[in-house]
Structure formats: structure tokens, C-alpha cells
């Protein structure tokens, strides 16, 4: 069935340091994929998506690539802030279905 | 602003209690969502439901049920509440076009069973 691979968290930075959360799929068909983004306390929010192969998805700094030939959609920022302390979810929606799938989440921690 | 709301952030129930969660959207979306979320398993699905008075099983809807009179309301009901029940409960509505729009998703209710 379908799957999301997220990288084992948590992920520690300093400020100002560069970002990479990995994210591999497994489906059929060409999938929609997403980044969510739960900050403490609350529920998850579309941080980024793309719909189809080579699609780059973009947001508050952050983005993601859909690589259909590595089956990844790795989540990337330059230079993170504090601010991005947060538990971060990649997720696929099957083509032509109502759900998503979610990987296990990456809790991240940036330290000033 | 879109919204969904859950009833309660917190409950504490004891083994074999019958437990109601309550969501409500007041987006008018068609499809709605409960899914719970543990730590280093992310979120799976329990069940959602296309519309008013239909209902799917998602990937774990053992010991659970849902309830949707109205198009606006979805409630999750664990008829006889175990401890490995424990967990962070969220709600999420998304319009019928279909997962390429977000899901907008409640603040959760953390469930402890005791």
C-alpha cells in the first residue's frame, strides 16, 4: 500500500543553520505530496505542496522538490529560526483518492 | 477564517467508559477526518466520512465508531475505552475536490485512559 519515510527526529539546530528533512514515498500513480507543520500546542497546517513530478513547493522560506525518480520530496530551508521549532509531517494523497498519508513526523528544535 | 473545532483539549476516562469526540467545521467541507497520532507513528487514519451519514473505515478503526447527522459535525465514540486508546486525537475537513486542497485540522484532544 501507499507509505511516507520520514528521517528519524528529533533534529537538533543551531539558528541560522541549513535544514534538510528527508521524505521517500511509495505509491502507485503519481501522488500529490505535502509537508504539514504542528506547532506546540496546535493542530497541523499545510506548510508547502506539489501536485506533480519536478513541482517545487514553497513557503516562509521553506521548500521541497517532487523527485519522481527517487521517489523523495526532501524539505529544505536555508537558514532556520527559532520560530521553526516544530513537529514537521510529509504526507501523499493517491491520485484521484480523499486521504492522506502521513509519515511518522520529525520533531525539530532550533536553538538560538 | 476556515475553522474546526474540537470540544474538549484534554479528557481523562477510565477503562470501559463509553467516549464521545466532537469536531465541527463551519467551512460546509463534504469530507471529514479522525485521525490519531502517537509518537514515531505519525497519524493514521481511523475513519472518515464523504458526507452526511456515510462513513469508511480507515486504517485503524478497531474499537472505534463515528457519527456524522449533520454535515457540520463528526464524532469519534470508542464504545468501551482501553488504555491503548491513549492517545492525541485530531479532526480534519477538507471541500469534495478532492486532497490537493489542505486539510484543515482541529487543535486535538489529548485522551488519557486510565
Known amino acids: 500500500g501507499d507509505s511516507v519515510t520520514q528521517m528519524e527526529g528529533p533534529v537538533t539546530l543551531s539558528e541560522e543553520a541549513f535544514l534538510t528533512i528527508n521524505c521517500t514515498y511509495t505509491?502507485?500513480?503519481?501522488?500529490?505530496l505535502f509537508w504539514y507543520v504542528q506547532y506546540p500546542g496546535e493542530g497541523l497546517q499545510l506548510l508547502l505542496k506539489a501536485t506533480k513530478a519536478d513541482d517545487k513547493g514553497s513557503n516562509k522560506g521553506f521548500e521541497a522538490t517532487y523527485r519522481k525518480e527517487t521517489t523523495s520530496f526532501h524539505l529544505e530551508k536555508g537558514s532556520v529560526q527559532v520560530s521553526d521549532s516544530a513537529v514537521y509531517f510529509c504526507?501523499?494523497?493517491?491520485?484521484?483518492?480523499?486521504?492522506?498519508?502521513f509519515g511518522q513526523g520529525t520533531r525539530l528544535t532550533i536553538n538560538p | 477564517d476556515v475553522k474546526v473545532t474540537q470540544s474538549s483539549r484534554y479528557l481523562v476516562k477510565r477503562t470501559g467508559e463509553k467516549v464521545f469526540l466532537e469536531c465541527v467545521q463551519d467551512?460546509?467541507?463534504?469530507?471529514m477526518f479522525w485521525y490519531r497520532q502517537d509518537p514515531g507513528l505519525g497519524l493514521r487514519l481511523i475513519y472518515f466520512s464523504y458526507d452526511v451519514k456515510m462513513k469508511e473505515k480507515g486504517d485503524i478503526p478497531e474499537g472505534y465508531s463515528v457519527s456524522r447527522e449533520k454535515k457540520e459535525r463528526f464524532s469519534l465514540i470508542l464504545e468501551s475505552a482501553s488504555t491503548n486508546q491513549t492517545s492525541m486525537y485530531l479532526c480534519a475537513s477538507i471541500p469534495r475536490q478532492g486532497a490537493v486542497s489542505p486539510l484543515h485540522f482541529g487543535n486535538g484532544t489529548r485522551l488519557t485512559v486510565t
Open positions: 467551512m460546509d467541507h463534504e469530507n
Open positions: 504526507a501523499l494523497s493517491p491520485r484521484g483518492a480523499q486521504k492522506l498519508v
Open positions: 505509491a502507485t500513480g503519481y501522488p500529490s
